[in-house]
Nanobody, 121 residues
Framework: QVQLQESGPGLVKPSQTLSLTCTVS??????????WSWIRQPPGKGLEWIGY???????YHSPSLKSRTSISRDTSKNQFTLQLSSVTPEDTAVYYC?????????????WGQGTQVTVSS
């Protein structure tokens, strides 16, 4: 069974860079055809896809966040990471990592429990 766990700071100051890590167990992040994603849910709003990485290391970012996001991976630790720069209070959300055997929201069959990130001075 594939399991994912997010980790990172719960509080980030405005203008700083948010860094989150997703640790995967039960599958290798380099196994074809797995895709891995970052998603967030601001308070009172729906899910927002941030970006994806796949088994080959390719990355895709939401156009609305592309200029501020970076997704990378550490295959030796079976982890992938999100960096979101120049954060503002509007980036306050529960952040999830997810994975599945394909590209797109419908393929994300395994989710982490989510981690609350608050942007505040």
């Amino acid at each position: 069974q594939v399991q994912l766990q997010e980790s990172g700071p719960g509080l980030v100051k405005p203008s700083q860079t948010l860094s989150l890590t997703c640790t995967v167990s039960g599958a290798s992040i380099t196994t074809n055809p797995y895709w891995w994603s970052w998603i967030r849910q601001p308070p009172g709003k729906g899910l927002e896809w941030i970006g994806y990485t796949n088994f080959g290391g390719s990355t895709y970012h939401s156009p609305s966040l592309k200029s501020r996001t970076s997704i990378s991976r550490d295959t030796s630790k079976n982890q992938f990471t999100l960096q979101l720069s120049s954060v503002t209070p509007e980036d306050t959300a529960v952040y999830y990592c997810a994975g599945g055997m394909g590209y797109g929201p419908a393929s994300m069959t395994n989710w982490g429990q989510g981690t609350q990130v608050t942007v505040s001075s």
